[in-house]
């Protein structure tokens, strides 16, 4: 069974910049996993930031930024700020009309 | 802008059955494909289901499929999720989410909460 991999924590300071990366228990994920990032803050719904490797979502800021690296997903943050403190998620599209959520990545904002 | 009102949640006995409903407003609901993803208490994300644009092709997660069907009233602008043989494991917030254009989830719900216990 594939598991898709994700750091369970990470930490940052304002103004710096973090990677948080999307893998595959096996394999790799390339732009045909259409990787999707999402953003939680706790007690809310998740929000889509990041579709299809690297398009943006309307009215997300310029600081994220999704790629590929090497065999994962990525989700960048230039610049980070205190309100990006979050659970990110990355989703995967598997084929056959099934997508798989990785773990979560808890990030800290200080 | 993208609305997705999801109810139906409540508590319910091991082996009950419930059916979660998403009313949608805000953008061509028979263009889009729509999915159902579930968060038990304090865990992450789990995709559950997803139904195509026309309701004809319909997919879902392994640890549901056969108990959990997904559908959809295009008339109404509402996806549903019935819910049977539920199990303690199945206790979750319920968010239905928007596909968007290709393969991902566009646009959420704010959720509803399935309390599966004795």
């Known amino acids: 069974q594939t598991v898709v991999t994700q750091e369970p924590s990470f930490s940052v300071s304002p103004g710096g910049t973090v990677t948080l990366t999307c893998g595959l228990s096996?394999?790799?994920?390339?732009?045909?996993?259409?990787p999707t990032w999402c953003q939680q803050t706790p007690g809310q719904a998740p929000r889509t930031l990041i579709y299809?490797?690297?398009t943006r979502s309307s009215g997300v800021p310029g600081r994220f930024s999704g790629s590929i690296l090497g065999n994962k997903a990525a989700l960048t943050i230039t610049g980070a700020q205190a309100d990006d403190e979050s659970d990110y998620y990355c989703?995967?599209?598997?084929?056959?009309?099934?997508?798989?959520f990785g773990g979560g990545t808890k990030l800290t904002v200080l | 802008q993208v609305k997705l009102v999801e109810s139906g949640g409540g508590v319910v006995q091991p082996g009950g059955a419930l059916r979660l409903s998403c009313a949608a407003s805000?953008?061509?609901?028979?263009?889009?494909?729509m999915h159902w993803v579930r968060q038990a208490p304090g865990k992450g994300l789990e995709w559950v289901a997803m139904?195509?644009?026309?309701?004809?092709?319909?997919t879902y997660a392994d640890s549901v499929k056969g108990r959990f069907t997904i559908s959809r009233d295009n008339s109404k602008n509402t996806v549903f999720l019935q819910m049977n043989s539920l199990r303690p494991e199945d206790t979750a917030v319920y968010y239905c989410?928007?596909?968007?254009?290709?393969?991902?989830?566009?646009?959420w719900g704010q959720g509803t909460l399935v309390t599966v216990s004795s």
């Open positions: 989410a928007q596909r968007g254009d290709g393969y991902t989830l566009a646009y």
């Open positions: 139904v195509r644009y026309d309701g004809s092709d319909k």
């Open positions: 096996s394999g790799s994920v390339s732009t045909n996993y259409y």
């Open positions: 299809t490797t690297n």
């Open positions: 989703v995967l599209y598997m084929g056959s009309g099934i997508w798989m």
């Open positions: 805000g953008f061509t609901f028979n263009n889009y494909g």
